[in-house]
């Protein structure tokens, strides 16, 4: 998170992000003191919308911010944030975009994938490629070919093991220059898009990531008609001084 954007181009927050790494880098402009605005930025692009780093951002502005701010905007839109119960929760605009995806069958045989159960597409706006790969097993032991995957145009991957309200997850993005993501609120988003799709139009569900990685993370998601709420928690790492 870096939480003063004053002075910052475009161009430099990129150099930071990939400088930095991380999944994500977020920078917060208080030009709008009512309503902060983030920009997210992978090591190789800036994303419209990511919600692992927009819970992040929640906490920062819960830490830091005047009590009266409770909601901030991104490239999609405004996103009311609140912390209850110890987990930080944001809630972003149920995405409708979804549609099957029968190509699935090639991209996997292309990206020495197992066959899905099935698959979707699913705009967020950035395009998901959601496959349910029936087994956590499965799921474990995926190992695709990214390069594959961008060339199908299914850079932005997310396998799952679907067992109802509890879902094993891996999230792999080499569009946007993640080889693999620990935690993917935009994805999670994308799952509930998906069981709204196919009628369960207010639900909730878990979702466990990040264990092949070393890094696990759980995702708690809910959603209704018009709104899918992620919740986690947060735990501050570092702080550095960024040098303009």
Not at 50 to 78: K, N, Q, Y
Not at 122 to 128: D, K, N, S, T
């Amino acid at each position: 998170m870096v939480t003063d954007v004053t002075g910052l181009p475009e161009r430099v927050m990129q150099e930071i992000a990939t400088d930095n790494g991380f999944s994500e880098t977020v920078f917060i402009d208080w030009h709008d003191a009512v309503m902060p605005s983030v920009r997210i930025f992978t090591p190789a692009m800036e994303l419209p919308f990511a919600g692992h780093p927009l819970v992040g951002a929640a906490w920062v502005l819960c830490s830091i911010g005047p009590d009266t701010v409770h909601t901030m905007r991104c490239a999609v839109g405004e996103i009311p944030f609140r912390v209850e119960d110890g987990l930080v929760w944001v809630d972003t605009p149920m995405v409708r975009a979804v549609r099957r995806a029968p190509e699935a069958e090639a991209i996997a045989v292309a990206a020495r994938l197992p066959e899905a159960l099935e698959a979707w597409w699913v705009e967020m706006p950035l395009p998901y490629l959601v496959m349910d790969l029936g087994s956590p097993v499965a799921v474990a032991a995926a190992a695709p070919d990214l390069e594959a995957l961008t060339a199908a145009d299914a850079g932005m991957c997310m396998l799952i093991a679907d067992a109802g309200d509890h879902v094993v997850a891996r999230f792999f993005a080499p569009r946007a220059g993640v080889p693999e993501d620990p935690a993917t609120g935009s994805a999670a988003a994308a799952l509930a898009a998906v069981r709204r799709h196919h009628g369960t139009l207010q639900g909730s569900l878990t979702i466990h990531q990040g264990d092949a990685l070393g890094c696990p993370s759980t995702i708690h998601v809910t959603w209704d008609d018009q709104v899918v709420r992620l919740g986690g928690t947060v735990c501050r790492d570092r702080v550095m001084v960024l040098e303009k």
